[in-house]
């Protein structure tokens, strides 16, 4: 299996450095559990993972891949996870973000080069268009460094990937708290297969199914603080309808 790490909670290395945890690894683990089978981890530059996966150098991908429309040309998805964009404000101030337009005139702090970024610049264009003050955005070249520039006070919100809000709220808890969270159209996250390989993508499907079904997934999701509608209660092949962007 090809994964690109860290994105917590979704993938990443534990205080060893060598040992991988997460979302992804742990559902990945207990889908080759049920098909008999251990599951090898390889950590790759994110650009490599799906050439790689063409050349039949992995099996499988669990990398936070989103099921969107364009990214079904190369390779199938077997959907485990829905995700989406949502804010990050300390707990406080939670009540003062009922709805998108309390984002008007405050200032963001979105990752270099995420689809976060596109959503500031959404969120700002509402804004301005229903006369309110724009969103400003400030750049930063990762989640992490916008928590730091939140808890300075720098920021009014941190955007971010909903399960990585969801997790930051759920492991600070009383710190932090998510807003925002129906703010951009919901999207799927998928482990990626080779479309010459359906048998492995049904065989996938299937064995997560049973997690689901015995409330195994549940469990591994909620070891991260991921629980609710972010959870599917099918696993499906192909299901995503979004456009990336």
């Known amino acids: 299996m090809g994964t690109n790490v860290p994105f917590v ?56 891949f989103g099921d969107f429309v364009q990214r079904r040309k190369q390779v199938d998805f077997v959907d485990m996870l829905e995700g989406g964009i949502a804010g990050v404000v300390p707990s406080a101030k939670k009540a003062k973000y009922p709805d998108a337009a309390a984002v008007c005139g405050k200032t963001v702090g979105v990752e270099n080069g995420s689809a976060t970024v596109e959503v500031a610049q959404t969120l700002s264009a509402r804004c301005t268009k229903a006369g309110r003050a ?13 928590v730091v520039a ?17 997790h930051l709220t759920a492991t600070k808890a009383g710190r932090y708290a998510m807003v925002l969270d129906k703010a951009t159209p919901a999207f799927l996250y998928g482990f990626v297969v080779s479309k010459t390989n359906r048998s492995l993508s049904e065989a996938v499907m299937k064995a997560l199914n049973s997690l689901i079904a015995d409330g195994t997934y ?21 299901a995503g309808t979004r456009k990336e962007g």
């Open 150 to 166: 939140l808890q300075s006070g720098r920021i009014d919100m941190v955007l971010d990937d909903r399960v990585v809000a969801e």
């Open 134 to 146: 724009a969103v400003t955005s400030r750049v930063y070249p990762s989640d992490s460094n916008a």
């Open 9 to 64: 909670p979704m993938e990443y290395m534990k205080p060893d450095n060598t040992t991988f945890t997460g979302i992804d690894i742990d559902l990945m683990r207990a889908v080759g559990d049920r098909l008999g089978l251990k599951v090898q981890f390889t950590n790759a530059s994110w650009d490599s993972l799906i050439p790689s996966l063409s050349a039949g150098r992995y099996d499988v991908l669990a990398s936070s």
């Open 218 to 238: 549940a469990k591994i999701c909620a070891r991260y603080g991921i629980t609710g509608s972010s959870l599917l209660t099918k696993a499906t092949l192909n």
